[in-house]
């Protein structure tokens, strides 16, 4: 297999990976644990039983070349997890953490007015998603339309006891963000 054709096939193993171990465990039979670990002995059954068969060596080069580090091994690499953005019930078992002064989240503008009346809700994911950096965010929203960038008052949330926690890779999660949080685009989306 030439490399492009293997980079390839990483990311699309990768896609399907997402698919089972943040949403739909299901449909390759899977079952995740109530922190959403899967034993990566039954993964690589349930992935050859549907036509999905990969070795353990492929699943380690996505695991350790995904771009942002999506899924993660437990100590000994006997389990595997995606970091977050899951839609399955799980608990990731996080600490809260103390966030920075603000953060930021990416999103459409043909959500602003939506998000004006009710702030962000993490919808069909259990948190809302968001960044520390701009560009990230940037990237995030031009996934739905037009993108725009949204300040959130992250230090005023965790003031008024409102959590956030850390994942593995990096995002910063929280339960919901009310709309007075929230800094929008002076500008008028056309
Ligand atoms: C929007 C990527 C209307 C919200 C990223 C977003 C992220 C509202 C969309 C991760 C709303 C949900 C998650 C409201 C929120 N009214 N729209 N009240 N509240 N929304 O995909 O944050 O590449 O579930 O702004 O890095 O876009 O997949 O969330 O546009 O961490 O690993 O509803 O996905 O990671 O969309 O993305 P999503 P997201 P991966």
């Not at 492009?4 to 079952?31: D, M, Q, W, Y």
Request: charged content about 30%.
């Amino acid at each position: 297999m030439n490399k492009n054709h293997a980079g390839k096939s990483i990311a699309k193993t990768s896609k399907f990976l997402s698919l089972v171990l943040r949403h739909r465990p299901e449909i390759i039979g899977l079952e995740l644990d109530r922190q959403g670990w899967a034993e990566v002995d039954d993964l690589l059954t349930q992935l050859g039983l549907h036509g999905r068969s990969i070795t353990q060596e492929q699943l380690v080069r996505v695991v350790e070349e995904n771009d942002k580090q999506r899924f993660r091994f437990n100590g000994d690499r006997t389990r595997i997890r995606a970091s977050q953005g899951h839609s399955v019930a799980i608990d990731l078992a996080l600490p809260p953490k103390k966030p920075p002064t603000q953060l930021f989240h990416g999103t459409a503008t043909r959500f602003l007015d939506s998000i004006r009346q009710q702030g962000l809700l993490s919808r069909s994911r259990q948190h809302v998603h968001l960044s520390q950096d701009k560009s990230t965010a940037e990237k995030v929203g031009k996934r739905h339309g037009s993108p725009v960038i949204l300040v959130v008052d992250s230090e005023g949330m965790s003031r008024d006891s409102l959590e956030f926690f850390l994942s593995d890779n990096g995002v910063w999660l929280t339960e919901k963000v009310p709309e007075d949080y929230i800094e929008f685009p002076k500008w008028k989306p056309i």
